[in-house]
């Protein structure tokens, strides 16, 4: 079983409406923890930063965020101008399981969510192949059975090799499972997406929130959002057994701690330089675990021209995972390889028709160009990639030596350093600022 369920999770058409109930944690002020913590500053105002700084400032600690974008949510985010005034989400997409306390948050605050249906396309050798056609064909099967199954692989290579199937599968499996990791199945490492299957906890069902991602951080966080200072680059964070100092904007702050949330690419990109450097297990385990460039592509049309059943269509040369996000619009979720290729062409010409649509045409004669209307990129290459993925040798136990705090003074949290399977998710993310405030009352 997939660890997600993911991909179904993926189409438009909506299915059951849940309007939850209540369930709630809830932190207390406590003045001894809070002048032990001291002044803390939290990098990152993504859903990692900004449940930090609730957890933090409940506790009555004196807290501040920095976060260098002119908005909260960082890889989350909502549009609901491109699709009618529809949420769409340009970002993180779903509400992975129902027994995260993600999910629990949700619940408490009454925010309704949708449970997606499924019908996946397989397009494969020049046809397209319905789920039950997929199901029965010889090669088709085993892919799919192969992504339903990904706790079984083995080996210490890359899952393409575990996989041992015709190339010709390879764009089929890189829609089913290499998108779903941010990368494609020779980036991925076998055995280490087995251990994330294994460890995953959160239940196999997935959701939409009907008012979008970024209303409900609004609407979950409004507390918190006092605390972040946008247009705040952190570039420089100095530290030592008395305290930390943060160069933002270019002045120097200070405090007694800090929690890094930022994306892996930013570490990877040495966008904040760390003084003393970081130790060599960490600089290691930031250049092993995988994260590359990963974009969202919407397609608009004049007119739908894709079976009305259809809700996923995997197969595409250039882009192997489509979704059906509007009446008249499909999105590509773009990752590994193929956002290499696609920022190449951004980057000779930034108004491109990216050649996704060239994979629409040759799957449904040409109808793909003769409807096109526009396209939308959202491109979270900046953030040094969309999420972060396993690679070969660098599974759980590196997640855990990235959340490692130094000198009990910096501190690090985010959907990278989630040990547990809960990698490249919002509820993940979320569970590393608990997971790193609990660190914080352990030593102080």
């Keep these: 079983m997939n660890r997600r369920e993911f991909m179904g999770a993926l189409a438009m058409g909506w299915g059951t409406a849940y309007v939850l109930g209540a369930c709630k944690e809830k932190d207390e ?7 032990k913590a001291g002044k803390v500053a939290v990098v990152g105002a993504g859903i990692a930063g900004l449940h930090l700084a609730k957890r933090l400032g409940a506790s009555g600690v004196d807290v501040v965020v920095y976060e260098k974008l002119n908005r909260i949510g960082g890889r989350i985010l909502t549009d609901k101008a491109l699709n009618a005034g529809k949420p769409l989400e340009l970002g993180a997409e779903f509400v992975h399981g129902h027994k995260s306390d993600w999910y629990k948050a949700l619940n408490d605050a009454a925010i309704a969510l949708d449970e997606p249906d499924e019908n996946y396309y397989h397009y494969y050798l020049g046809q397209n192949y319905t789920a ?12 799919i059975a192969l992504a339903e199954n990904l706790e079984n692989l083995s080996g210490s290579g890359s899952v393409k090799a575990a996989a041992n199937l015709p190339d010709s599968l390879d764009y089929i499996l890189d829609g089913l499972i290499g998108a779903d990791y941010g990368a494609d199945i020779e980036r991925l ?25 970024t209303d409900a951080l609004n609407l979950l966080y409004a507390d918190v959002i006092s605390k972040v200072q946008t247009q705040s680059a952190v570039s420089k964070i100095a530290y030592s057994a008395s305290g930390v100092t943060l160069t933002v904007n270019g002045a120097d702050q200070n405090f007694d701690r800090v929690f890094v949330t930022t994306p892996l690419g930013t570490l990877k990109r040495n966008d904040i330089v760390f003084l003393p450097q970081l130790p060599d297990d960490k600089r290691a385990v ?26 996923l269509w995997v197969g595409g040369r250039h882009a192997p995972l489509f979704w059906v996000s509007g009446d008249f619009a ?12 696609f920022n190449q062409r951004l980057n000779a010409n930034a108004s491109v028709i990216l050649p996704a649509l060239d994979d629409l045409d040759a799957a449904f004669s040409g109808a793909a160009s003769a409807q096109f209307k526009d396209q939308y990129v959202q491109n979270w290459t900046g953030f040094g990639g969309a999420y972060s993925y396993p690679t070969p040798g660098f599974g759980s136990e590196a997640r855990k030596t990235l959340a490692e705090p130094i000198e009990n003074r910096v501190f690090f949290a985010g959907e990278a350093t989630h040990p547990d399977g809960h990698f490249a998710t919002v509820h993940g993310a979320r569970e590393t600022a608990d997971f790193a405030f609990e660190k914080l009352k352990q030593v102080v």
């Design 29 to 35: 002020p406590n003045p001894d923890f809070a002048q």
């Design 132 to 143: 039950n056609a997929a199901a029965n064909h010889p090669d088709l099967s085993r892919a």
């Design 189 to 213: 490492g076998a055995q280490e997406m087995a251990e994330a299957e294994r460890l995953w906890t959160a239940g196999e069902r997935d959701f939409r929130i009907t008012v979008g991602m």
């Design 286 to 311: 930031i250049n092993g675990i995988g994260m590359g460039a990963g974009m969202k592509v919407v397609y608009r049309f004049q007119q739908r021209f894709w079976p009305q059943d259809m809700t």
């Design 330 to 341: 499909l999105t590509a979720l773009v990752t590994g390889k193929y956002a290499d290729d």
